[in-house]
């Protein structure tokens, strides 16, 4: 087994080294790699900790920091940079500059920006499920991270970071991600929907199943004839046929293969790759049906899956429509009494969470790359960059500064401890926004006081009762020769499970999956599975 | 116009008269017909940016507002930074279409001129780029790394300066233009350039007109290469790339794989994005009725001559 | 005429010389050169980057360092089995749009050339105008406003009327005729001015000698505003023939969305591709596909205009 193992690690980086062909800038790279450990080996000799001295920074550099999300409109974001950078020129001898990429086009420039190589930008924030993490490693924009340079430049990160966490973050034996695994959250999706209307529609414990949701939408739409009981928008089709198929099986998905996340194995077989999709068939005539009856009952709009001007969000806090289906973090606000929620005006009014799983006790932690940092491979000072990271991932008064704002301005601490906004805060003038979703650390964190604890936590050890770890943080799959199927799989998920999860389409719900299936078959989804089955059982056995 | 009333009156009218009057009834009921259709949807949008957005969210957008609010409006000049927007776009629309207008009409008149040896050559390799382009990634790599032009107003604009298709239709407006004139003013020992801008360039007020019409409309729209070049570090953006971030910013989130994980906050409303293109829109709604003094000027060939 | 002048400095080439040619014409050539070295920074240079299309890009290595991989980035494409579909959609939208556009912008034109009012002309101009400016998303919410089935105003007025309820977004065969309707309304106003400073460019003279000679106003539109027109007419058909299979991204994205009912009937080229490329971004893959599109145009292009060039080469491009 281990033979096999090696002997395809072999054979990958044999083809990585094909494919970055001794060309000058990975030349270049290694080059850099090499003079860094050599400056750092008296480093290591000590603590670790206290080489800061032994580094040069006598020069004073400008780290850039690369999010997704628009630049914020106020001033409050230079004015807790200005302060901020004074400590990191004090500690560091060097400032941070935020670079937003807008959410329009955001794949689009931040590959862009990516690509010119040119010191543009030195960290960037990135993420394995939704940001090409993996895709953008392995094409040479990320920079390897030795373990020197982390132990030399980033101490605190590389302690906080177990071994084990650290090997997710590896490709091909190098480490390219800095993960933000002491975060708490929860993206699993599901229904925040009104508690105490399901109590009066009969289900004593709230919905517990997709069934209970159909009961708790039919007595909403007779009861409350003003309620669109869920306006949704069509853009959540992927989510709810994935959230239908993990509470009715063991289906853990392989994130970063498609939207669709339409390939993993199973709790009790992790490593047999498989497509419920096509497998599960009678699940899935299932879902038509229901989904179907959910058209019926009037659930959604008519034509919901051109609805455009829908906020079902916004419309959820003062009472217009009855469910919002998006993740545990969405619904911990939303159960929350903020100003402005004007369904709390009720004092009976309470949201509760179905989230998809529940019936199976199918959750599966997010993964640990979920949000990372790396370092572009054009960086000019990765090694300032890297100790621009450790303060504002590890140290206090940077932390609270980079994530909150200026105390008193952004945010002020109330008597117990937690964080809330100051009397008269405007949050366009007095808050700050960085987008920083790479690096939270839940040991430096302070509690929101506007959330509604209770709840929250009551869920969150649910959760924590019943959750694996998500099981595939070393695969990163290798999707280049079949790449242009995946592509045609996506069209195909799109188009048939538009019809299918606002229950649009013509015919029966057995006629709409076997033609849905047999298109996945022509368009190659088998081979797909075995190429994947067949990466697995590289890694894995 | 004074023309054609005069033939009119001296008699010939009896016999136009029929035909003439067909033609202008049909022409009034048939124009003002599409032209309020093209007005009414704009005043829908009006009607909605005033409208308040739980309104708008229950019943979708308004001719007339309900429950009237000024909101949108404010949210928009908050900051005053669509004032800078508004000087920008308007210095590069002037700069742009001058400079572009200028080199158009030279470009066009060479490459109409019967005798010069190069134009089908010229011709074709301006034309050539209009079929073929490389893609995005090359174009904004030569862009930021070889040209060096990221986050330089230069890189807005520059490449609408000028495009094969105006080049050919200014090009097409020159051919209009007898070449007598140029063999007029060959005799009378005027060289290429004095030919160009004493004897061509006033017949060309109507070409004028319309290609500065357009290049001015191509910058006042600009949003996309300030979006490629244009990164956070610039402050002042144009005032097509606010009202395109604002009216796609959700839509680009919601149905990417991104919408999946991350919480949306201050949404933009279907009301800010209305009171965003009303303002977007603005002054240059008033560029038409300008340059339309030049077309009805028309151009008469028997000036020239007489 | 025009002929032996062209001809006669075609030979001249040939006696003088190429740089005796090069510096009688340096006027005309000096007021060619801004474009020329504007198209050679601007598009030519680019344009090696092509190669993109071939290779599996990697961002140290650069375009033309990248792994060649050969025609792999256009496979999704071939594999799809969609690609003469949604290249038959493509090609006949932008068959009606042409067709359909340039007709309607042509009697707008001669249209408003018979008004006599000044004022009216401005006005109606300006309002024809309007659409042009509307973002392609708002039109997509405008249109979802008017036509929905719940509380759209076409069904409002049906509604009041009596009459049972309409319902376009679950009907893919009403699609074609909506699209082109919006795609007109909103480019009609703008291609019009074309053709309208093209009226203008007709000689005054030749109008009032036919209206003394007694021609009325039809036979005036049909002896001389129409040939008048030939040209531009001819100029704009070659012109749109090269991005007869590049779609109206904008147009179909923001209207039709992901509504996949109505594929069949409004699926393009830009709209696949945007849908099954969305989670995997791909410098490569956006390339060949523009690649493939290039190439069906200029192939169409060359082919037309050879032909118009020869029954008049006054009108062909180049």
Known sequence: ?541 | MANNNQVEMTGVKVKLGASDIIIRTVGYVLISLYALACVFPFLIIIGTSFTNETVIRAEGVKLIPKEFTVKAYEMVVRGGMIWKSYGLTITLTACGTAVGLLIIAMTGYALQRKDFPFRNVISFYIYFTSLFSAGLAPYYLLMTQTYKLNDSYLAVFFPLLMSPWLIILMKNFVKAIPHEITESGKIDGAGDLRIFTSLILPMLKPALATIGLFLALGYWNEWYQSSLFLSSRVAVKPLQWQLYKVVNETQALKNSIAGQYIQLTDVPTESLKMATAVMATGPIVFLYPFVQRYFIGGITVGAVKG | MNKSTSTSSTTGIKKRGFFETLWRYRVLELMCLPAVIFFFMFSYMPMPGIWVAFVKYNYRDGIFGSKFVGLDNFKFLAESGKLFDLTKNTILYNIAFILLGNLLAIIVAILLNEMQSKMFKKVSQTMMFLPYFISQVLVGILVYNLLNYDYGFVNEILTALGREKWGPYSDKDVWPVILVIVHLWQQTGYNSVVYFAAIMGIDAEIIEAAKVDGANAFQKIRYIILPGLKPTIVILLLFALGGIVRGNFGLFYNIIGTNSLLYEKTDIIETFVYRATITDFNFSTASAVGLYQSLIGFVMVMTVNFIVKKIDPDYSLF
């Open chain 1, 1 to 541: 087994m281990k033979k096999k193992l090696l002997a395809t690690l072999l054979s990958l980086s044999m083809v990585m080294g094909i494919v970055a062909c001794g060309k000058t800038p990975a030349d270049t790279n290694t080059g850099s790699d090499n003079s860094q450990s050599g400056n750092t080996t008296q480093g290591t000799d000590s603590t670790g900790s206290e080489t800061a001295s032994d580094i040069d920074l006598s020069e004073h550099v400008v780290i850039t920091y690369m999010t997704t999300g628009g630049a914020p409109e106020g001033n409050q974001t230079d004015e807790m940079l200005r302060q901020l950078n004074e400590i990191l020129t004090e500690k560091v001898n060097a400032e941070l500059e935020v670079y937003y990429i807008d959410w329009t086009d955001y794949l689009s420039n931040y590959n862009l920006t990516l690509a010119r190589m040119d010191g543009t930008v030195d960290l960037v924030g990135t993420a394995s499920d939704w940001l090409d993490a993996w895709p953008n490693a392995k094409n040479g924009a990320f920079l390897e991270l030795s373990e020197e340079m982390l132990q030399t430049y980033a101490p605190k990160t590389w302690e906080s970071v177990s071994p084990e966490h650290w090997d997710l973050c590896k490709y091909n034996g190098n480490i390219y991600l800095m993960p933000e695994d002491n975060y708490a959250q929860w993206t699993n999706h599901g229904f925040a929907y009104r508690l105490d209307w399901a109590k009066e529609a009969g289900l004593a414990d709230g919905v517990k199943s997709w069934e209970d949701l159909t009961t708790y939408f039919r007595y909403v739409k007779e009861t409350y004839p003003d309620v669109i009981p869920w306006d949704s928008d069509g853009t959540q089709y992927a989510t709810m046929v994935g959230g239908w198929i993990t509470s009715h099986s063991n289906y853990v998905p392989i994130d970063g293969i498609n939207a669709g996340a339409m390939w993993g194995g199973s709790k009790d077989d992790l490593y047999t790759v498989y497509s419920p999709y096509m497998t599960d068939t009678d699940s899935l005539v299932e879902f038509a049906k229901m989904m179907k009856e959910w058209d019926e009952i009037g659930v959604w709009k008519t034509d919901v899956l051109n609805n455009t001007s829908s906020d079902n969000r916004e419309d959820y806090k003062i009472g217009r429509v009855a469910a919002e289906q998006h993740h545990t973090q969405t619904w911990t606000d939303l159960c929350s009494h903020k100003d402005g929620y004007t369904i709390y005006d009720d004092p009976n009014a309470e949201t509760g969470f179905f989230y998809f799983g529940e019936e199976t006790k199918n959750v599966v932690a997010l993964s640990i790359t979920h949000g990372a940092m790396a370092v572009s491979a054009a960086s000019k000072n990765p090694e300032r960059a890297l100790m621009v990271y450790d303060l504002i991932r590890n140290d206090e008064e940077c932390y609270r500064l980079f994530n909150y704002g200026v105390e008193g301005v952004s945010y002020e601490i109330t008597e117990d401890g937690m964080r809330k906004t100051p009397d008269g805060y405007n949050s366009a003038t007095d808050g700050i926004s960085v987008n920083y979703w790479w690096g939270r650390n839940d040991d430096l964190e302070i509690k929101d006081s506007t959330l509604n604890w209770d709840a929250i936590e009551k869920l969150y050890k649910e959760y924590d009762a019943i959750k694996i770890d998500y099981p595939y943080g070393q695969f990163v799959p290798d999707v280049d020769d079949i790449q242009s199927k995946i592509d045609n799989i996506n069209d195909i998920h799109t188009t048939y499970m538009k019809q299918i999860a606002f229950g649009k389409y013509n015919g029966t719900p057995e006629e709409i999956v076997a033609e849905y299936q047999a298109a996945l078959q022509k368009a190659g989804i088998d081979e797909v599975t075995a190429a994947l089955q067949a990466q697995f059982d590289a890694l894995y056995k």
